[in-house]
């Protein structure tokens, strides 16, 4: 038993060992770390959840539609009027259409808000994807500059010792020079500590871009890709003002800026009246011996409008309104402050 239990452990031991080594070019490595980038996931979970917040405004606009139904059972006997109703059960079906007719334009805000914010997460998210694409880049010509430094560092090593050879089949008969034979002997030591901190680079490289791409570290990989030998001439210019126009983090904040204006717009609508259509009809069953007997029904329908307006509520929708006033104050100032920074940069560059 513990005999068929070692082979089978160091069958596993040997197949992970010997396994073939995945093989990654740059396009595949950026796929890779695009599909597996936790910050990539949560962009996208958050334009899903502006998706659902702007539905949830459009519901606003659209037909309410309500139904309910109640029992009622009178402790004292109902009077209208100044008449006995004889009623002790009430059973009453209710069903209600309300449209919304007049928001001051909290609806339209409310949607124009969740479009600029899903334009904002969608940007985000292509701020992080080149962030990611960044990362990967450099992780991967990281391991290919390792690579080539573990090569030198290993030629250099075979060089080293070849030279020790040399030194020592050129004076086979007799004592080669002390001095030589020593400063040779320390360039082999030196060159082979190069050599161990080049195995060591590698390994952090490719560790580094198995992380990116979500790969187990005891996952070995081989690079496809060699590093650029062309290179497209670069107009500064053209890309400075490419920059300027379609400075990512800019957009953001104008975005921002133009969401922050109709958040305020909502603000100040919910300090207004409301105006809604309503459709209701209304059954009501009564009796005065059981509460499932019927003695008498009364049935209405009727089409109408109401206004509501919440005059005071302690004070809550007019800070909510000044507060967004102020988000869209401190956004304006950002965006004045980048502005600053990023031309800045672009002078100094």
């Known amino acids: 038993m513990y005999k068929i239990s070692f082979i089978l452990i160091f069958n596993i031991v040997y197949m992970f060992a010997h396994a073939e080594p995945t093989t990654v070019s740059l396009k595949d490595a950026i796929e890779r770390a695009k599909s597996y980038s936790p910050d990539i996931k949560l962009q996208q979970q958050q334009i899903k959840k502006i998706e659902l917040e702007k539905r949830s405004v459009l519901g606003e606009a659209l037909p309410n539609i309500s139904t309910s139904y109640t029992v009622n059972n009178f402790i004292d006997t109902p009077v209208i009027s100044g008449f006995s109703l004889n009623s002790k059960y009430e059973k ?165 800026i133009e969401y922050q204006e109709e958040v305020s717009n909502i603000q100040k609508a919910r300090t207004l009246p409301k105006i809604d259509a309503i459709y209701n009809v209304s059954s009501s069953d009564r009796s005065d011996t059981e509460i499932f007997e019927q003695d008498s029904n009364v049935s209405s329908s009727l089409v109408g409008v109401t206004l509501t307006w919440e005059i005071w509520n302690g004070g809550t929708n007019r800070a909510n309104y000044n507060k967004a006033v102020v988000d869209k104050n401190l956004a304006e100032i950002v965006l004045s402050q980048k502005k600053i920074n990023f031309y800045h940069n672009l002078t100094l560059k």
């Open 92 to 256: 009453t079906f209710d069903f209600t259409v309300r449209q919304a007719l007049f928001r001051f334009g909290a609806i339209t805000s409310g949607l124009a808000a969740a479009k600029i914010a899903l334009g904002t997460a969608e940007l985000q998210k292509t701020l992080v994807e080149r962030d990611v694409v960044y990362a990967t880049k450099v992780a991967y010509y990281s391991s290919l500059l390792a690579a080539k430094q573990l090569e030198i560092s290993n030629t250099a090593l075979q060089n080293a010792k070849q030279n020790l050879n040399l030194l020592q089949n050129y004076f086979s008969s007799g004592r080669p020079p002390q001095g030589d034979l020593i400063r040779l002997q320390a360039d082999i030591a030196a060159r082979k500590s190069q050599l161990e901190e080049a195995k060591f680079n590698q390994e952090l490289a490719h560790t580094q871009l198995r992380t990116l791409m979500g790969l187990n570290n005891a996952t070995s990989i081989l690079l496809t890709d060699e590093f650029d030998t062309d290179f497209i001439p670069i107009d500064r210019e053209v890309l400075r003002r490419d920059l300027q126009e379609n400075q990512p983090q800019l957009r953001a904040l104008k975005k921002q």
